[in-house]
């Protein structure tokens, strides 16, 4: 019994154990939702999935017109690739059963679905869009390059110029510029002053050809105004670009209404100066231009008249007429005054060249007329000496002699300014500049004096002793030179520079030394040369000394030795006389010679 109930109650479970597996067999894929690529460039479409059952099998499929068509397809036995559809030789399917689409076409903008089957745990899919990108070309505009009248109530339209720009992706679109102001794409072409006409073509390639005309109704404004237009297009990663055609401007004709006549210098003019005046209307195109002065027509022709090397006569009023027959009952004339400032030269009193006598007063006096206020400056040497034309010096001195210039200026008128010179000599008794001493590196070099005196007329000059000699005469100053041979006599006496005209003698006396301080002079050298020889003699009295000293040495030594062999010879001499004594002896005696020996 009890075996029989839980067999019913096993078969009652087995209907609930199938409903639970089947609910828990399930099949889920993941893709990117959007992938961007370039054209001509590869695209890559990631397919993962998760299943629970244990046979799969992974599709790719594209959509077009709500039909769907596989590509290609894997699974656990087989893979392959479909033939004839949009993307067959340009499509692999990767281990990982991602997609990959190279090169892509701009047709492959579509969707794409990775489809996964499960079998007995089911079917699941997930869509990827592929967006496809390409850079359209830089725009060119073909302008309207004829001239555009403006009529007075300015309500006629002009074709501006056409913008096109080839070969883009999505399709892009074109914006037009004033200057840097863009203009609004599609305003109303009654009310507004523009409007624009757009335009697409797509090519064979699936690529866009777009292009605009701009209308304007164009005003003075606008002849200055500066035309271009941009081409603005989509890129990956939601990111935009932006390509400029070449800027233009238009040409556009009108009537003068106002005549302008301007001075170009912008500094006071003087005499001499390039005058440039300019003449010009706010018409288009400018038109000619006569110039006139006195009633004396001076140019007719372009808008600029040009006065070359200028003088006071060339002061007064000048007329500008524009000869513009469009412009009807306008009054096209303007006046211009001009005022060429000038200086008089500038006059000495007494006149160049003014002798005085050592002594005497100077009194100079320079004059002069000019438009404006003026300044008259004495100047000598870089020196000024006066500021009011007059110039009085009380006793001129030798020094006073030289060059002396008056300087007249106007203030107001920049680089206007003339001079005068006057040369002053002052006639006296030459005056001898303080002397400098010579300096030589020994007895019988040769030295050169330079004598500098001032003196009019100018001096002669003695030297003693002399030697060769010349004359330099520098303005009011007279140099001579003397190249003489230094002897011990110029040594000790020096040298005598004379200078002497009419009124009277000069004379300085020129020491000549010996320049210790860099080469050896005669004296010192003497010294120096004497004490090279001490020293000298001092080395060679030490080795004079060691030498003797040495030979002492060997002296004592070699008598030394040789008192030693003679003492030993008289000490050995000594034994052989005892010797021969106490032989002697015996011989003194025959009988001691005979006697025997015990």
């Given at each position: 019994m009890e075996r029989m109930i839980s067999g019913l109650m096993w078969l009652a479970c087995v209907p609930l154990f199938f409903t639970l597996h089947v609910s828990l067999a399930s099949v889920s894929v993941n893709v990117t939702a959007t992938v961007d690529v370039i054209k001509g460039e590869t695209a890559r479409l990631p397919c993962t999935y998760t299943t629970t059952g244990t046979m799969t099998v992974v599709q790719w499929f594209i959509e077009s017109a709500d039909i769907r068509t596989r590509v290609a397809f894997r699974s656990s036995t087989d893979t392959g690739l479909d033939e004839n559809t949009a993307v067959t030789g340009r499509v692999t399917m990767e281990d990982d059963m991602t997609l990959v689409i190279s090169p892509v076409h701009v047709s492959d903008e579509r969707s794409f679905f990775c489809q996964v089957n499960g079998g007995p745990v089911g079917t699941s899919e997930a869509e990827t869009k592929l967006k496809v990108f390409f850079a359209p070309e830089k725009p060119?505009?073909?302008?309207?390059?004829?001239?555009?009248?403006?009529?007075?109530?300015?309500?006629?339209?002009?074709?501006?110029?056409?913008?096109?720009?080839?070969?883009?992706?999505?399709?892009?679109?074109?914006?037009?510029?004033?200057?840097?102001?863009?203009?609004?794409?599609?305003?109303?072409?009654?009310?507004?002053?523009?409007?624009?006409?757009?335009?697409?073509?797509?090519?064979?390639?699936?690529?866009?050809?777009?292009?605009?005309?701009?209308?304007?109704?164009?005003?003075?404004?606008?002849?200055?105004?500066?035309?271009?237009?941009?081409?603005?297009?989509?890129?990956?990663?939601?990111?935009?670009?932006?390509?400029?055609?070449?800027?233009?401007?238009?040409?556009?004709?009108?009537?003068?209404?106002?005549v302008f006549f301007t001075l170009l210098n912008t500094s006071p003019i003087k005499e001499g100066d390039e005058v440039k005046m300019k003449c010009e209307t706010d018409g288009n195109p400018q038109p000619q231009f006569d110039f006139i002065k006195n009633d004396v027509m001076l140019q007719s022709g372009p808008e600029l008249l040009v006065l070359h090397n200028v003088t006071r006569n060339s002061s007064g009023t000048y007329k500008c007429e524009?000869?513009?027959?469009?412009?009807?009952?306008?009054?096209?004339?303007?006046?211009?005054?001009?005022?060429?400032?000038?200086?008089?030269?500038?006059?000495?009193?007494?006149?160049?060249?003014?002798?005085?006598?050592?002594?005497?007063?100077?009194?100079?006096?320079?004059?002069?007329?000019?438009?404006?206020?003026?300044?008259?400056?004495w100047m000598k040497d870089g020196k000024q000496l006066s500021k009011d034309g007059t110039l009085n010096l009380q006793s001129a001195d030798l020094d006073s002699a030289g060059e002396y210039v008056c300087i007249a200026s106007v203030p107001s008128v920049p680089g206007l300014q003339k001079q005068a010179n006057i040369t002053v000599i002052i006639s006296g008794q030459p005056e001898i500049d303080e002397p400098m001493t010579g300096k030589v590196a020994r007895q019988g070099d040769m030295v050169t004096l330079s004598c500098s005196a001032k003196g009019y007329p100018n001096p002669q000059f003695i030297w003693n002793p002399s030697g060769k000699q010349s004359v330099n005469v520098k303005g009011n100053k007279i140099t001579s030179t003397n190249t003489l041979e230094v002897t011990a006599t110029v040594l000790k006496e020096g040298v005598t520079c004379e200078a002497t005209n009419q009124h009277g003698t000069d004379s300085k006396k020129f020491r000549v030394e010996l320049d210790s301080g860099n080469v050896i002079n005669t004296n010192d050298g003497a010294k120096a040369g004497s004490q090279q020889d001490g020293s000298k003699g001092v080395v060679v009295a030490v080795l004079v000394?060691?030498?003797?000293?040495?030979?002492?040495?060997?002296?004592?030594?070699?008598?030394?030795?040789?008192?030693?062999?003679?003492?030993?010879?008289?000490?050995?001499?000594?034994?052989?006389?005892?010797?021969?004594?106490?032989?002697?002896?015996?011989?003194?005696?025959s009988g001691l010679l005979n006697k025997p020996q015990v």
């Amino acid at each position: 019994m009890e075996r029989m109930i839980s067999g019913l109650m096993w078969l009652a479970c087995v209907p609930l154990f199938f409903t639970l597996h089947v609910s828990l067999a399930s099949v889920s894929v993941n893709v990117t939702a959007t992938v961007d690529v370039i054209k001509g460039e590869t695209a890559r479409l990631p397919c993962t999935y998760t299943t629970t059952g244990t046979m799969t099998v992974v599709q790719w499929f594209i959509e077009s017109a709500d039909i769907r068509t596989r590509v290609a397809f894997r699974s656990s036995t087989d893979t392959g690739l479909d033939e004839n559809t949009a993307v067959t030789g340009r499509v692999t399917m990767e281990d990982d059963m991602t997609l990959v689409i190279s090169p892509v076409h701009v047709s492959d903008e579509r969707s794409f679905f990775c489809q996964v089957n499960g079998g007995p745990v089911g079917t699941s899919e997930a869509e990827t869009k592929l967006k496809v990108f390409f850079a359209p070309e830089k725009p060119v505009v073909s302008e309207n390059k004829q001239p555009i009248p403006l009529s007075q109530d300015n309500v006629v339209d002009h074709q501006v110029g056409k913008c096109t720009s080839n070969n883009g992706f999505p399709k892009p679109r074109i914006v037009w510029f004033n200057d840097s102001n863009p203009l609004p794409d599609t305003p109303d072409p009654i009310t507004e002053r523009h409007y624009v006409v757009p335009r697409t073509v797509k090519e064979s390639s699936g690529l866009f050809t777009i292009s605009s005309t701009l209308y304007l109704k164009p005003n003075k404004m606008d002849a200055k105004s500066v035309f271009h237009c941009t081409v603005v297009y989509k890129m990956p990663n939601g990111k935009t670009g932006n390509k400029n055609s070449d800027p233009f401007n238009l040409t556009l004709l009108y009537p003068s209404e106002n005549v302008f006549f301007t001075l170009l210098n912008t500094s006071p003019i003087k005499e001499g100066d390039e005058v440039k005046m300019k003449c010009e209307t706010d018409g288009n195109p400018q038109p000619q231009f006569d110039f006139i002065k006195n009633d004396v027509m001076l140019q007719s022709g372009p808008e600029l008249l040009v006065l070359h090397n200028v003088t006071r006569n060339s002061s007064g009023t000048y007329k500008c007429e524009a000869m513009d027959f469009d412009a009807i009952g306008v009054n096209l004339t303007k006046i211009l005054t001009i005022n060429v400032h000038h200086l008089d030269p500038v006059s000495v009193e007494p006149p160049s060249p003014l002798m005085i006598n050592k002594g005497g007063p100077i009194e100079l006096q320079c004059m002069t007329k000019a438009s404006d206020e003026y300044t008259l400056l004495w100047m000598k040497d870089g020196k000024q000496l006066s500021k009011d034309g007059t110039l009085n010096l009380q006793s001129a001195d030798l020094d006073s002699a030289g060059e002396y210039v008056c300087i007249a200026s106007v203030p107001s008128v920049p680089g206007l300014q003339k001079q005068a010179n006057i040369t002053v000599i002052i006639s006296g008794q030459p005056e001898i500049d303080e002397p400098m001493t010579g300096k030589v590196a020994r007895q019988g070099d040769m030295v050169t004096l330079s004598c500098s005196a001032k003196g009019y007329p100018n001096p002669q000059f003695i030297w003693n002793p002399s030697g060769k000699q010349s004359v330099n005469v520098k303005g009011n100053k007279i140099t001579s030179t003397n190249t003489l041979e230094v002897t011990a006599t110029v040594l000790k006496e020096g040298v005598t520079c004379e200078a002497t005209n009419q009124h009277g003698t000069d004379s300085k006396k020129f020491r000549v030394e010996l320049d210790s301080g860099n080469v050896i002079n005669t004296n010192d050298g003497a010294k120096a040369g004497s004490q090279q020889d001490g020293s000298k003699g001092v080395v060679v009295a030490v080795l004079v000394c060691v030498l003797l000293l040495l030979l002492l040495v060997a002296i004592l030594y070699f008598f030394g030795k040789k008192g030693r062999t003679a003492c030993r010879k008289k000490k050995k001499e000594a034994a052989s006389g005892e010797e021969m004594k106490s032989s002697e002896k015996p011989n003194e005696g025959s009988g001691l010679l005979n006697k025997p020996q015990v």
